[in-house]
């Protein structure tokens, strides 16, 4: 896998150097060039390898650093999840999406930042359903060239929620482009 992120983070480097931001290109080319493991007995029959020690470049969009956030979230998802269940046992869970018009991606920042602060004013809202969520941010790359950034959000939310204070999918549209603040309806997809 870490070849696939490096060749990845290769590429997005180059898109950085046509873009003129060369701090961010020279940082992504040294990522993960070298990587330090030791060997660490499992048990008493069984050993494994553990990375000791590496450099990373911790730009937000190098996909071997991407690659490394995600093994992280990922396994502290595993540790909460369990006690969220626990605590919360007939809670429910949706999954929403939330999108904005693809950007130039000298744009991707300011959009990003938009799209953030439009965020903070969604969850203050009265209608706002969730008791806890977790939140990440995808920019794919679309026909074009141009950056498609949107979020992906999982929230939990009372079982009240589908007797009432449910929000239709046309709610959902309103509420997102309400708090962005634009004049176009943005895509946001709810599912259970």
Not at 32 to 54: G, H, M, Q, T
Request: include cysteine; glycine fraction near 2%; proline fraction near 4%.
């Amino acid at each position: 896998l870490w070849a696939i992120h490096k060749k990845q983070s290769l590429e997005v480097a180059d898109r950085f150097e046509e873009a003129e931001l060369s701090q961010y290109s020279s940082r992504m080319r040294e990522c993960a060039v070298w990587l330090s493991f030791a060997l660490e007995a499992k048990n008493v029959d069984e050993f494994i390898f553990r990375l000791k020690n590496a450099r990373f470049c911790r730009v937000r969009l190098c996909p071997v650093c991407q690659w490394r956030r995600q093994l992280m979230w990922y396994a502290r998802m595993c540790k909460a999840i369990p006690l969220i269940y626990q605590d919360y046992p007939s809670y429910r869970y949706l999954f929403l999406t939330l999108t904005v018009k693809n950007c130039e991606i000298e744009e991707l920042r300011q959009t990003l930042q938009s799209m953030n602060k439009a965020w903070k004013l969604l969850t203050k809202r009265k209608k706002w359903p969730a008791v806890g969520f977790i939140k990440s941010v995808e920019v794919t790359r679309g026909v074009d060239n141009t950056a498609h950034p949107h979020f992906h959000v999982i929230l939990l939310v009372p079982p009240s929620y589908f007797s009432h204070g449910y929000i239709k999918h046309d709610q959902w549209v309103e509420l997102w482009q309400s708090c962005l603040k634009v004049d176009y309806e943005p895509i946001a997809n709810i599912k259970v």
